[in-house]
């Protein structure tokens, strides 16, 4: 059973303009604090109900040879190919409303492909530059580690298509070095999103969203080198579902994150392959 955030908490943090504390590797501490994202301890420290039972993951990644259209076409001939990864599990903090939130991925030799389906209800999103807090609005995230020896990557991006992009990897000092990835590269990621950019009020209605995006695997190459030919090898990563500034907060994964309201943790992530 999951533990629900008492509606009174709620009100105060949306009062106050907090979040909850996710840790979003997206930027360094020095970059601008207005991308930075500022949390509410007292509901970071609280914590889940352990018994939660969190199992191992894996999710095999099929190849393509013809490319999806970018329309957000579930049920198309192409994605029809795909394993669907369903994001139920949700943190003990979550509000009541758990949205069906499923992704597919596939492959090709030029890099991703992947889509979200949620069916969801007060959706909002307000988020409209490239690394800004999307976390915050009705959101669909992909994170992913190529390499076991290189960092991951945080692609999180709203129903209204805007994303942020980030790189994180262990120092040999123990400290994690968190970086944004620069435009002119980000900017290679083809995006269809089903919602307008901006959703603002809020939705109370039951609403059906998509977003749907290539990366080319040379974004991942940038930060962890060659990678070659994809096929058989495997990859670490979850997906996520979540929304903060709504009315009904909630933190869904595909791969459970454990009792700490934290995405960030590589060491929760599973198993993505790569069919070959």
Request: glycine letters at 6%.
């Amino acid at each position: 059973m999951h533990q629900i955030l008492p509606i009174s908490f709620q009100s105060e943090i949306r009062a106050k303009g907090l979040g909850v504390r996710r840790d979003s590797t997206a930027f360094n501490s020095n970059l601008a604090p207005r991308f930075l994202a500022h949390y509410d301890d007292r509901l970071h420290n609280r914590t889940g109900d352990a018994s939660v039972a969190e199992e191992a993951k894996r999710y095999t990644i099929r190849a393509t040879q013809a490319r999806p259209h970018l329309d957000g076409a579930w049920d198309s001939d192409i994605w029809r190919k795909a394993e669907t990864a369903k994001i139920d599990w949700f943190h003990p903090l979550s509000s009541k409303h758990h949205p069906d939130a499923q992704a597919r991925a596939l492959f090709s030799a030029e890099g991703l492909h992947l889509v979200f389906r949620v069916k969801d209800q007060y959706v909002r999103s307000v988020t409209t530059e490239y690394c800004g807090p999307v976390w915050k609005d009705a959101c669909a995230e992909f994170f992913a580690q190529p390499r076991a020896d290189k960092g991951y990557f945080n692609l999180e991006m709203n129903c209204g298509g805007t994303f942020l992009l980030g790189y994180a990897e262990m120092q040999a000092d123990g400290k994690k070095k968190s970086e944004r990835v620069p435009w002119d590269l980000a900017s290679r990621i083809e995006i269809y999103h089903s919602m307008p950019e901006k959703v603002d009020p809020e939705i109370a209605e039951p609403t059906e969203w998509r977003v749907e995006y290539f990366v080319p695997f040379a974004v991942f190459e940038k930060f962890v080198g060659p990678l070659g030919n994809v096929a058989g090898q495997t990859w670490r990563g979850n997906f996520y579902k979540c929304a903060e500034n709504n009315s009904h907060p909630h933190w869904g994964a595909w791969s459970p994150v454990g009792t700490k309201l934290d995405f960030h943790q590589p060491d929760k992530f599973g198993e993505i392959v790569f069919e070959g």
